[in-house]
């Protein structure tokens, strides 16, 4: 089974920075996404950031200038640098995968149990 642990929540002020990281462990897959969402209470889990394993990234207009995803595919880990941050950015980011087998159409997804991001004013 595949397991994924976030690290690098906290509390910061508003304009200072955090980086998150994200391990998976079990059967990886060469052909992945990694990447990270969020949700804020009240509101639905949005994407921030994700980045496949042949490069390819998107990032949620919110954040494009301020947050940097980056991976290191030999370790399975996906990491978010945060800078600049706001109190908007405050939620529970979330750690995911998908991948699949080569030659395979079908998607396995898996979550990370969230880190807690707040940024006071």
């Known amino acids: 089974q595949v397991q994924l642990v976030e690290s690098g929540g906290g509390f910061v002020q508003a304009g200072g920075s955090l980086r998150l990281s994200c391990t998976a462990s079990g059967i990886i897959f060469n052909i992945n996404t990694m990447g990270w969402y969020r949700q804020a209470p009240g509101k639905q889990r949005d994407l921030v950031a994700r980045l496949s394993s042949a490069g390819s990234t998107n990032y949620a207009d919110s954040v494009k200038g301020r947050f940097t995803i980056s991976r290191d595919n030999a370790k399975n880990t996906v990491y978010l640098q945060m800078d600049s941050l706001k109190p908007e950015d405050t939620a529970v980011y979330y750690c995911?995968?998908?991948?699949?087998?080569?030659?395979?159409?079908?998607?396995?997804?898996?979550w990370g149990q969230g880190t807690q991001v707040t940024v006071s004013s």
């Open positions: 995911y995968l998908d991948q699949r087998r080569v030659g395979s159409t079908r998607y396995s997804s898996y």
